[in-house]
């Protein structure tokens, strides 16, 4: 599996991100949810929130990547890793049906889709990793994939913890001791590429989009 490392990483670093006005901030996404579905329902307390979490299936899910990034679901990379991890995710919309095993494999989802719109995007393919900094990179993507403006006082309060773990993974602060990225291969902009790639999948996976 690709960036396995990373991923096992990220999970243990995001949290789910604010979600759409209409939902309940409670979530479906949380990366430290038990991995049975039984304990799932009881960690998540969906007596309460049921009503209000909508999680996507995962044609729903796939296609919700694909229309953010305008990445195909057709592309070669998204389609390998999509027949890869699909069972894994959500058969109908129920909270109930989204485990850790589910968080992991949007993860995985998320992954493909965000390498591939690092290179193709007209806003990334050829953005200067080398002199951009670390807050307009942060800016860019959150304008871009979510409901997210950073002139308003009052998006800047509402996403500020999401905001502070992005610049974590953008940092490649450690966490448990490992860091996201430990190669320097091709210089510092390759590098902040590739955690830049690894933010753009934490806010993929999150329940702004693995929820409606």
């Not at 995001?14 to 996404?29: D, F, L, M, N, V």
């Not at 998204?78 to 850790?100: G, H, R, W």
Request: charged share 20%; net charge negative.
């Amino acid at each position: 599996m690709k960036y396995t490392l990373p991923i096992l990483i990220l999970s243990l670093l995001i949290s789910c991100t604010p979600g759409k006005s209409s939902k309940s901030s409670s979530s479906a996404g949380s990366s430290e949810a038990p991995a049975t579905n039984e304990d799932a329902s009881s960690y998540l307390n969906l007596e309460k929130i049921e009503r209000n979490i909508v999680v996507r299936t995962f044609n729903e899910y796939n296609s919700a990547l694909s229309l953010a990034t305008d990445v195909p679901i057709s592309h070669e990379n998204v389609v390998t890793e999509f027949n890869a991890i699909k069972n894994s995710l959500p058969s109908n919309n129920s909270a109930k049906t989204f485990s850790s095993f589910s968080q992991v494999s949007a993860l995985r989802l998320s992954f493909s889709y965000c390498d591939v719109y690092m290179n193709i995007s007209p806003l990334w393919k050829d953005f200067d990793f080398d002199s951009g900094s670390d807050s307009q990179i942060l800016n860019m993507l959150m304008e871009n994939l979510l409901d997210y403006s950073s002139s308003k006082p009052s998006d800047i309060t509402k996403y500020a913890d999401l905001k502070s773990k992005l610049d974590d993974i953008i940092k490649n602060k450690p966490v448990d001791g490992q860091v996201l990225v430990q190669s320097t291969d091709g210089g510092p902009g390759t590098v902040k590429k590739r955690l830049t790639t690894m933010a753009c999948s934490a806010i993929l996976s999150s329940s702004y989009y693995t929820t409606h």
